[in-house]
């Protein structure tokens, strides 16, 4: 079982972002183009990582991208700063999935799927709070955090997975009484993300707190985005589709909403 | 997607989004085979967590399910929707429904499900808009011992519907036509013949689950003919079989609902020579005090000439330890061995206990009972039980978790280049029942504390 001071060892191990990374975002809150470029390309991990992902052909750019100076002007400093944030969450990424059968492959495809996605959405309903862009990089982390935090009592998940329909999530939540957004909330925190990020995160798997303000519409895309991506094939492939416990009653017209914005063309 | 199975029913429970895309890894083709293999009586798609599913999607997935209904004659069906999702499913398959539909999982099991000894106290209300839907409903939960209330418009429905504990409102019977399937009712296992038997009881009687019946001490086998069209010589043939291999084990098999129509006066005469009890009805047997009590006072569980050996014991280092490991993973205690014995069932000095048997088979036959305190029973179960629950949950709890015991020793087992595998646990609320059915046989007795409470387990031959 899990105890809570599993729990608590494994967010002190979380590392703290590395210097340059922090440099680099903060010049991009300066809207200093040149210089995040710049602070980019002594990182040599970062430069590859923006190019994988920019050259995804989810994006559906004709030719290959290569530049760090081209790649921030093509998608913009908000959206440059999306993927720096998704190269923090790869510091967490083990080496060998052992509880999912995953691979750094399909999981930097599900951070550019969601990046992409995310994106269209806020622009979509007009939600300018940049600080929201940036909550959709640290969700993928919940996966690495129930990975890791699961390897230990994988039997225990295996029985309780074949037994009972619980979601890995639910799981936890009878484990230590925390949900896997929770989590991802501290490890934001820790990583300095801006304070309504965090809280927009801590309140995607809140069903309890009733009015979320102005965030209640970009909270309810959240949590369809999730679910629509955590259904593709390759999820349920990955015994990934049930991760999260999020509720499943949404508006119809939310519903279509999604489905129009989902399906427009990058 | 694996699914999860609860007694003889498979349930998927897909999540987010179905469609043309998706459908066809949820129920994959290994999936398909798997469930082929286990011959669940039935098969159903929850779409309690589905958000949106479109036809493509519902189509690949009814086609997956049509496929293995093809091979063992499983009902299928779908459950937990509201009703725009069931509304969407009338609309995509309009006059070509052979499927079920339920309003829940729990209303799915009481169909196919085992029948609970509270089954004529359940509050259950029906209402169909259609008549002859709603008096099929109520007439087979009616066969399967419960008093179900049929609401004569949906007003009625609405107002009762608040109380109950069941309420069906948009659940659907379709081709409810698997035969037999069975259910057990007051440790008697019912298996429910419809239509025409004949030869055709050979493929579709799942045998391997009747002997493990037998093996795990059942001693009453019912066929309740009541909705058989007819019965010819080789139905006759195998239900009189039947009775001579439960006669080894000291088990009665009875039929019930059978009349002039249905089969002539000469195979009757041929079933009752080879021992099958006749009864009018269902109702008769379980008016029957002294067929009943039969169902507990048993003399042995396996057939006598059987005692331990030498192989029995190699195989109990690598049971206990299979089962330790579980119990203190879920239990988060540790064990303590303090005697291993080889005697007759000696059981806890306790007052609360609950006990379960389990029959291996394959390449080794074994039966392996656990005898728990009824807290060390809670503690085991506590992740698979909700807060708030009855003895009869607990006692469904113990034997879902005694099932997790044993794939685990199959697990184990299978290291050693032995292929296993196990029946559905059988659990005793009283110890009494348990002493008697191991009365007079030999067995490796393991006794243990967790926290400090005792447990045994128990393997005999």
């Known amino acids: 079982m899990l105890s809570k001071s599993t729990i608590n060892n494994y967010i002190d191990s ?21 210089k995040a470029a710049n602070i980019a390309d002594e990182d040599k991990a970062l430069v590859h990582y923006l190019q994988q992902i920019v050259n995804k052909p989810i994006f559906g750019f004709a030719n290959e991208i290569k530049q760090t100076r081209q790649i921030f002007g093509i998608l913009g400093l908000a959206r440059v700063k999306q993927i720096i944030y998704s190269y923090f969450v790869l510091l967490l990424l083990p ?8 691979d750094t492959h399909k999981f930097q495809d599900l951070q550019a799927r969601l990046i992409l996605h995310w994106s269209k959405i806020l622009e979509k309903i007009g939600n300018q709070d940049k600080n929201l862009l940036g909550a959709i990089t640290i969700i993928p982390a919940t996966l690495i955090v129930c990975e890791m935090l699961f390897r230990n009592v994988k039997d225990t998940i295996s029985i309780l997975k074949v037994k009972k329909n619980m979601s890995y999530e639910a799981i936890l939540i009878k484990m230590s009484g925390r949900t896997l957004f929770e989590l991802a909330a501290i490890i934001a925190k820790k990583w300095e993300f801006p304070e309504t990020t965090i809280e927009f995160i801590a309140d995607i798997a809140d069903v309890k707190k009733g009015d979320f303000g102005a965030n209640a519409r970009a909270l309810q895309f959240v949590r369809l985005l999730l679910i629509y991506e955590f259904s593709t094939p390759v999820m349920i492939q990955s015994s990934l589709s049930d991760l999260f416990e999020l509720p499943s009653d949404f508006d119809e017209h939310l519903l279509e909403e999604f489905h129009t914005i989902i399906q427009e063309q990058f | 997607m694996k699914p999860v199975l609860k007694q003889k029913v498979a349930f998927f429970h897909p999540t987010g989004f179905i469609d043309g895309n998706n459908a066809i890894d949820i129920i994959a083709p290994l999936d398909i085979d798997e469930l082929v293999r286990l011959k669940p009586d039935g098969i159903f798609i929850s779409l309690k967590k589905v958000i949106f599913f479109n036809k493509r999607g519902i189509c690949i997935l009814v086609e997956s399910l049509q496929r293995v209904r093809e091979k063992n004659g499983a009902i299928i069906g779908f459950c937990d929707y509201n009703l725009k999702k069931y509304s969407m499913i009338i609309d995509i398959f309009k006059d070509d429904l052979f499927f079920s539909l339920f309003d829940t999982c729990e209303i799915a099991m009481l169909f196919l499900g085992n029948t609970p000894k509270d089954a004529g106290e359940k509050n259950i209300i029906i209402y169909h808009d259609n008549n002859e839907y709603k008096n099929q409903l109520a007439i087979e939960l009616y066969e399967r011992g419960y008093a179900p209330l ?11 519907a608040r109380m109950a504990d069941f309420a069906l409102r948009y659940s659907y019977l379709g081709n409810f036509d698997k035969n037999p399937t069975v259910f057990i009712r ?8 419809k239509g025409f038997v004949d030869s055709t009881m050979d493929n579709s009687f799942d045998m391997l689950y009747h002997n493990n019946s ?12 009541s909705n058989v069209s007819s019965i010819n010589i080789h139905g006759v043939q195998f239900i009189s079989k039947l009775s001579i291999i439960g006669a080894e084990y000291e088990a009665v ?6 009349n002039a129509r249905k089969i002539s006066k000469k195979l009757v005469h041929d079933l009752e020579d080879s021992g099958v009890v006749i009864y009018p009805n269902i109702t008769d047997i379980f008016a029957d005090k002294e067929l009943l009590a039969q ?15 030498k192989e029995l014991i190699s195989y109990l280092p690598v049971i206990s330890e299979a089962t330790l490991k579980t119990i203190e993973i879920l239990s988060k205690h540790i064990s303590v061995r303090t005697a291993i ?3 007759p069932l000696e059981p806890l000095n306790s007052q609360e206990a609950l006990s379960v048997t389990l029959g291996f088979y394959g390449d080794i036959k074994r039966v392996f009972i656990l005898i728990f305190e009824k807290q060390t029973a809670l503690e085991c179960c506590k992740i698979l039980l909700e807060e708030k629950h009855n003895n009869s949950e607990l006692l469904e709890a113990l034997s879902e978790f005694v099932h997790i015991v044993g794939g685990k020793i199959i697990q184990n087992i299978s290291k050693m280049g032995k292929k296993i595998e196990i029946t559905m646990p059988r659990t005793f609320e009283n110890l009494k029942d348990i002493i008697t059915a191991q009365k007079g046989k030999k067995g490796a007795q393991i006794d243990m504390r967790i926290d400090n409470k005792p447990l045994s387990l128990f393997l005999t031959k």
């Open chain 1, 14 to 34: 979380v590392p703290p972002v590395p210097k340059i990374l922090k440099d680099c975002i903060q010049a991009i809150n300066e809207a200093d183009m040149i």
């Open chain 1, 95 to 102: 080496k060998k999935w052992e509880v999912f059968s995953f």
């Open chain 2, 150 to 160: 049929s609401a004569k418009d949906e007003i009625e429905f609405t107002s009762k």
């Open chain 2, 186 to 193: 007051e440790n008697i296992i019912i298996y429910t013949l």
């Open chain 2, 214 to 225: 037998l093996q795990v001490g059942f001693k009453v086998f019912l066929f309740d003919a």
């Open chain 2, 253 to 258: 098999v009875a039929i019930c609902g059978l």
């Open chain 2, 295 to 309: 169902t507990h006072s048993t003399q042995s569980v396996v057939k006598k000439s059987k005692g331990i050996t």
């Open chain 2, 341 to 343: 014995k080889i005697q």
